[in-house]
């Protein structure tokens, strides 16, 4: 009875709305109007199209133009009614938009129907999705409203990190990878994260602020050649988060990585007062990933000696670690023992000043970059890495833009500005 009652309800607010607006012909603005192209269109009467509301199906009619010259019509109304070029009206677009933020494309489509009534078919969720996510992407590049002085957090953290999505194979031609042929399955999407740290745990360590957390990301290169006349796309979008979020204008600034190269280059171009930090646990694993190469698993001697050097990590002793390592690659002949020991080697003295967790645990300052490594899953994995998703690079940055635009809470903020570009045109 309620599914019943509120089917017919909708249907005769629908019939209403369309009455309405097909009662109003002020859209004909007289037998020429400019078209795109700069020639003049000619009116050619009014045309019917049924388009998908909120309310249901909903047949409009609308005044029709036609160029002679460059052999296309449009319909003013669409234009202001942010309809043209498709056939769902924007509050249904929004719908569409926010469940593929978070579901399959079919599963959208299902939770539409079952939730809303909406028959929206999967691929045609998959086409407004991503026609929604690139208008996300253009957003961001082009809207970047730095925070308010009074909203600035006294510290804030810039995290950088990348995970692998699974792509279709004409997205991999040529590109090596870790599998056993040297080919690619996936390609990586570089994520920016920045948050606040401002509360404390029992223990007096720092505790994420809520609703802190912003995340921009897509597949983009990090590298720029000293030829190029511009940096490259994820620098660039590094950039602009950090200016949104007002990372530089913040009293300190830390910015932490797993230790990739490519992490602390960006960083210290872009923000050279920044406090790096290598994340913790990360270095941690690279001690016990040697312990299992030059004593095997399970090893008790193993755990103990990757225990001993952990420890020696968290006390500030890195000489000490250092100098346990040297004394393994000494000691061992076997030219894989040795390579490990050497990278591991290299990894903590390269890093060695980005390793000061005393001084860091003194200053408050975090020392994990547990915020990225879940932003890695809940932004990126959680939507595209799921079982038989394979990706188009296009595809899925449109997704991941629909994605970070939520999680970061500017959806609303993206609707008004895109609600404003439609009254202006």
């Known amino acids: 009875m309620e599914t019943a009652a509120r089917r017919g309800a909708l249907a005769v607010a629908a019939r209403a709305v369309a009455r309405r607006l097909n009662a109003d012909h002020t859209d004909d603005v007289g037998p020429r109007v400019p078209c795109r192209c700069g020639h003049p269109a000619h009116y050619a009467g009014r045309r019917a199209k049924t388009f998908l509301t909120a309310l249901g199906a909903m047949r409009l009619?609308?005044?029709?133009?036609?160029?002679?010259?460059?052999?296309?019509?449009?319909?003013?109304?669409?234009?202001?009614?942010?309809?043209?070029?498709?056939?769902?009206?924007?509050?249904?677009?929004?719908?569409?938009?926010?469940?593929a933020a978070l579901a399959s494309f079919a599963e959208s489509s299902e939770l539409l129907s079952t939730l809303a009534g909406l028959p929206v078919p999967a691929k045609q969720v998959e086409r407004t999705a991503e026609a929604l996510g690139h208008e996300i992407a253009a957003d961001e590049q082009q809207h970047v409203e730095p925070a308010?002085?009074?909203?600035?957090?006294?510290?804030?953290?810039?995290?950088?990190?990348?995970?692998?999505?699974?792509?279709?194979?004409?997205?991999?031609?040529?590109?090596?990878?870790?599998?056993?042929?040297?080919?690619?399955?996936?390609?990586?999407?570089?994520?920016?994260?920045?948050?606040?740290?401002?509360?404390?745990?029992?223990?007096?360590?720092?505790?994420?602020?809520?609703?802190?957390?912003?995340?921009?990301?897509?597949?983009?290169?990090?590298?720029?050649?000293?030829?190029?006349?511009?940096?490259?796309?994820?620098?660039?979008?590094?950039d602009r988060e950090a200016r949104r979020r007002g990372f530089e204008r913040a009293n300190r600034q830390a910015v932490l990585g797993d230790g990739a190269p490519w992490i602390w280059n960006l960083a210290g171009e872009y923000f050279p007062a920044a406090i790096q930090i290598v994340d913790r646990f990360h270095a941690k694993e690279h001690l016990s990933d040697v312990a299992k190469v030059l004593y095997g698993a399970p090893s008790d001697v193993g755990d103990s000696w990757a225990k001993a050097r952990r420890a020696e990590l968290d006390a500030g002793q890195l000489h000490q670690s250092v100098a346990a390592l040297a004394a393994?690659?000494?000691?061992?002949?076997?030219?894989?023992?040795?390579?490990?020991?050497?990278?591991?080697?290299?990894?903590?003295?390269?890093?060695?000043?980005?390793?000061?967790?005393?001084?860091?645990?003194?200053?408050?300052?975090?020392?994990?970059?547990?915020?990225?490594?879940?932003?890695?899953?809940?932004?990126?994995?959680?939507?595209?890495?799921?079982?038989?998703?394979?990706?188009?690079?296009?595809?899925?940055?449109?997704?991941?833009?629909?994605?970070?635009?939520?999680?970061?809470?500017?959806?609303?903020?993206?609707?008004?500005?895109?609600?404003?570009?439609?009254?202006?045109?």
């Not at 921009?216 to 979008?237: H, L």
């Open 148 to 238: 308010a002085a009074a909203d600035l957090a006294p510290t804030l953290y810039l995290g950088l990190d990348g995970t692998g999505v699974p792509m279709r194979p004409e997205e991999l031609v040529g590109r090596p990878g870790k599998q056993a042929d040297g080919s690619a399955k996936t390609r990586e999407v570089k994520l920016c994260t920045v948050w606040s740290a401002e509360g404390r745990d029992a223990d007096g360590g720092p505790v994420r602020d809520a609703g802190s957390v912003s995340y921009s990301a897509a597949i983009e290169r990090a590298a720029t050649r000293d030829t190029d006349a511009t940096c490259s796309a994820f620098p660039q979008r590094v």
């Open 328 to 425: 393994q690659y000494r000691a061992r002949r076997d030219p894989t023992k040795r390579a490990e020991t050497r990278k591991c080697i290299g990894y903590l003295w390269t890093n060695r000043r980005r390793m000061r967790y005393p001084a860091f645990r003194a200053q408050g300052l975090c020392t994990s970059t547990a915020v990225v490594e879940a932003g890695c899953k809940v932004a990126i994995g959680t939507r595209l890495k799921r079982a038989g998703m394979h990706w188009t690079v296009r595809g899925a940055n449109a997704i991941i833009a629909l994605r970070c635009c939520t999680l970061s809470g500017r959806f609303e903020d993206f609707w008004e500005r895109r609600a404003e570009r439609h009254r202006a045109a």
């Open 61 to 99: 009619e609308r005044a029709y133009y036609h160029c002679a010259a460059c052999q296309r019509g449009f319909c003013p109304r669409d234009r202001a009614l942010g309809v043209e070029g498709a056939s769902l009206s924007p509050a249904v677009t929004r719908m569409v938009g926010t469940v």
